[in-house]
């Protein structure tokens, strides 16, 4: 039988409940946060070892002054009788202003009573006074590291340059790292923290995905088999492993790994992992029938359908991979990856029109993937303030400071091209010659080029467009955005002979940018959504 053959069960999909997040292709995220201790309302791992260290630690100096104010401000702070303690602090200090102690124990004050700031005050009037206080540079540490602040990197440093070995600084350090996307920085701060890492999964979860990010598989796998000991009974930690071993090239690990999840009732996130491992073990009828279990299960899983139909493709069976795709748009019409899948595959089968009209629909539906490079992530934060009204006016008052930046001329050039303004209209001519101007600037600047073709597009200056997308080619030849406008303009100008060649050179950019988001996400399986709170 072959075993990319559609079978009848999904005739059931139109009838499943219109419930699904779309996921990661191949290898995506889990949806519930897990293990990493939720920072808002409550301490971290971290922030738990250090206030035991303060207290135990800097409290203790004190001890044996029953007669000083200070002995009745630390009985008080150790009985959590934070207002009493400011009450007895407030004299003291006003008589000793320039004593850092009092200053550090109103710091503790003001965090046991939940007030961030005035706390944060008071440890830096402490530092003021004593640069190198211990206390101080803990607790203001603490503080900054709880809100996930930057600031507390300085704070953190200067601690290890008095104490080196200080193990919850390292933790700490290497967790900012890695939300901060600096994982050569974090693996070098969670290798020195081991000793308060060992029963942290939160922080071996973080180390193991940064030894794989930067391809130190076996240490990564390390860190996760130490994880999954820990864990055994979470299944993310055994989906965790087996990512790990099947980015190693080790699927036969990684199917051993899965494998007591996959012999009891597993869920769509590890079957869709199971799927890649099969496939990495040669053993494609495997890799389809799960797949087409998890449809089943998940019929609005938009990745699922373009998982099956990476396999077919790669195994030659566009039409089967066509059928599939064809299944998942009858219960998401909308889904712009889906076209893109199915005009992969009609570009493999030489059905040009076809391909043709599903990469345009795919546009129309998610215009904003067509934007590439690193100005994606610029305009997608511009956007993401949901008023595009708003970032132009960021832009404009960033352009009186800088009217020189090219990226900015872009930047504005780009929101408003995605506004769909009518060609002719005051926002469309703005936005066409902020493109001009960028390019001006800029003329390496690809970006910037797109945006100028698709203006161009759409008032019909079909041949300047192609200039623009040519010139994007001759630079970046797989820039996808490119080869559709082009494709686009030559259409629309009636030459068609280059279109064919064209259109195979986006299917396969197409492709090969799939596969190595694939490859670049892989990583983020074994990882959870940030907790850090707002």
Known sequence: MDPFSIPGEFSQIRT??????????ILRIDKKPAWRVQRKGSMSWFMSVLAAVMLAANLGVVAGQTNSPISEITSALRNREFDKALGLLDPALKGSPGNAQLWMLQGLAYSGKGDREAALHSYQAALKISPDYMAALKGAAQLEYQAGSAAA??????ILRLHPEDATSHA????LAYHGGDCGKAINHFSAARPVMDSQPGALQEYGACLLKLKHTEQAIQVFEELLKTQGDDPRARRALAAVQ???GQPKNALASLQPLLS???????MQLAAAVYEANQNTPGAVRILREAIVKEPRDTALYVDFADIAMSHQSFQAGVEMINAGLTVQPAAAALYLARGVLYVQMADYDKAEADFAKAEQLDPHQSLSGAAEGMVAEERNQSDPNKA????????EKNPGDAFLWYLQAAILSQTAPDAGSPDFERGMSSAKKAVSLDPSLTSAHNVLAKFYLDSDQNAAAAKECRMVLDRTPEDQTALYHLVLALRRSGEQSE???LLKRL?????????QEAERNRYKLVVTPDARPN
């Open 153 to 158: 990197m300085p704070l953190l440093e200067h």
């Open 246 to 248: 099947l980015n190693a």
């Open 264 to 270: 009891a009732n597993p869920d769509v996130t590890t």
């Open 499 to 501: 279109i064919p060649d």
């Open 16 to 25: 499943r409940l219109p419930y699904y997040a779309v996921g990661v292709r």
């Open 392 to 399: 132009l006016a960021t832009i404009k008052a960033k352009l």
């Open 172 to 175: 700490m350090l290497a967790d």
């Open 507 to 515: 299917a396969k950019a197409r492709q090969d940018a799939t596969r």
